[in-house]
């Protein structure tokens, strides 16, 4: 059974930044999600991927499968970026069931 | 499309009260799931339905019961309600190995 850990817990950046969440994981795997909460408690997935790297406007996801590591990177950060972002794997490799196990997330505030 | 809503936003339970929470989505998905979130914990899976009339445990299932008696709708019963249900509950649903799409959550208080 896989185990997610995030790093770090909390982050604080000033807008602007660049900034990094990191993910790893435990057990082999055929795609990594990352989402994001906001305050309000909505989530929204933002990736899904299984190699190399995605780019949605400023977010890049990066995945290292043999490393079993994935990055978050966000460029020129804006207080709109505060939220906890959330990495997410299959709970096994391979499962026909989307069972997916969370890290604890990771607590972003962007300074003005 | 409206996406994943549930009903009803919040509430309030004593002891012993028994409640059903209610997921919809038009999107068509085959799966949907029901998460419990806790602070400093991860989403964890309360049980899960891989299509209309299966349901499965997921890895916090004692307390629940869920049915999946229509395509669209996913039900969350709780019988006998208990202060360690206090939460957050999300429903989410996908199509396989694809992306999940969260609802709004219920904030779920029991006195």
């Known amino acids: 059974k896989n185990e997610v850990e995030q790093s770090p817990q909390n982050l604080t950046a000033q807008e602007g930044e660049f900034i990094t969440i990191n993910c790893s994981y435990s057990v082999g795997i055929s795609a990594l999600h990352w989402l994001q909460q906001h305050p309000g408690g909505g989530i929204v997935s933002l990736f899904m991927l299984s190699s190399g790297k995605k780019k949605h406007g400023r977010l890049i996801a990066t995945i290292n499968i043999q490393e079993k590591h994935s990055s978050l990177h966000i460029t020129a950060s804006h207080p709109r970026d505060s939220a906890v972002y959330i990495c997410?794997?299959?709970?096994?490799?391979?499962?026909?069931?989307?069972?997916?196990?969370f890290g604890t997330g990771t607590l972003l505030a962007v300074q003005p | 499309n409206a996406g994943v809503t549930q009903t009803p936003k919040f509430r309030v339970l004593k002891t012993g009260q028994s409640m059903t929470l209610l997921c919809a989505q038009d999107?068509?998905?085959?799966?949907m799931y029901w998460y419990r979130q806790d602070p400093g914990m991860g989403l964890r899976l309360i049980h899960y339905s891989v299509g209309e009339g299966t349901t499965a445990k997921g890895e916090v299932p004692d307390g629940y019961n869920v049915s999946r008696l229509k395509k669209q709708n996913f039900l969350l019963g709780l019988e006998s309600a208990a202060p360690s249900q206090t939460s957050v509950y999300f429903c989410a649903s996908s199509r396989l190995q694809e992306t999940q799409y969260f609802g709004p959550g219920t904030r779920l208080l029991v006195l």
């Open positions: 999107m068509n998905h085959e799966y």
């Open positions: 997410a794997v299959p709970q096994t490799y391979g499962g026909a069931t989307n069972k997916l196990i």
